[in-house]
């Protein structure tokens, strides 16, 4: 048996790391109840944990919006029992946050891991922002994401919801491309990497654009019209992050990840072999 708990196994992200840690323990467990966290790591004895448990809300993060208390312990109270519970051991702790706490394109640049968060629009981000600034001070390996997918489809994958809408946000954003994610991951944990890294492709691309590609590619019937930003209050509850985010230092640990055009590319080619 690993020596790997991963927290978060029946969620979007937490099932992808399945495949690249497939002998880890995957416990359903609630990561604000400190009891059992110490129980599990007492009988597991592990020698990395990685959390990916956190919630996202369904269908999307409005859902925080009214369901705050659950939001809290899942996003902030967890990852800190995480924490503790990982330092009175000596355990190696990889917590996957998010980059979706920006606005804006960080100067032209986009924003670095030593930026502070500007965006506090929705409660998922702010709680996402609160994790990633607690959790900075201490000896943990922080991944940001932002707007996962893959060739996958799913009701959790990126490109399949933007699918499903009839205007699509017309603002560049970082994305980032799950397997692309995983080596990298795997990558920073051979090397017991600590600090925060933002895993993101290389460059930036709307929404918008994204779907444009899907037409072409997948699907020449899809029907969508174009969304502003201005226009975005029209459609959701609460403000939305769209950012862009550097992956300057993960280029400087020798990790290459893939332009934002040619991941997209190569997710919808394979979305289309599936679909025929």
Known sequence: MSDIVIFGGAGFIGA???????????????IADQ????????????????????????PNVD??????????????TGPLVLLEECQKRDIYFVHIGSGCIYDGNGNGAGFTEDDQ????????????????????????????????????????????????FERVLDVPNSITYIPDFLSALETLVKKRARGIY??????????????????????????????????LP????????????????LKREGIRMLSVEEAIERALRAMKLDKH
């Open 16 to 30: 992808k790391l399945k495949t690249v840690y497939p002998d880890a323990a995957f416990p359903l467990a609630d």
């Open 35 to 58: 009891a059992t966290v110490s129980k599990i790591f007492d009988a597991v004895k592990p020698s990395i944990v990685i959390n990916a448990a956190g919630k996202t809300g369904r």
């Open 63 to 76: 859902w925080c919006e009214t369901h705050k208390i659950e939001t809290l312990r899942s996003n902030v």
């Open 117 to 164: 968060p500007n965006f506090t629009g929705s409660f998922y981000s702010l709680t996402k922002a609160m994790s990633d600034k607690l959790l900075a001070p201490f000896p943990v390996l922080q991944i940001r994401l932002r707007m996962p997918f893959d060739d996958r489809d799913g009701p959790r994958n990126l490109i399949t919801k933007l699918s499903k």
């Open 198 to 231: 933002n895993v993101v492709n290389t460059g930036a691309i709307s929404p918008y654009e994204i779907m444009e590609r899907y037409k072409k590619i997948v699907d020449p019937s899809h029907s969508f019209s174009k969304l502003t930003l201005k226009e």
């Open 234 to 249: 029209e459609v959701v509850s609460a403000a939305r992050s769209n950012c862009i985010l550097s992956n300057a230092k």
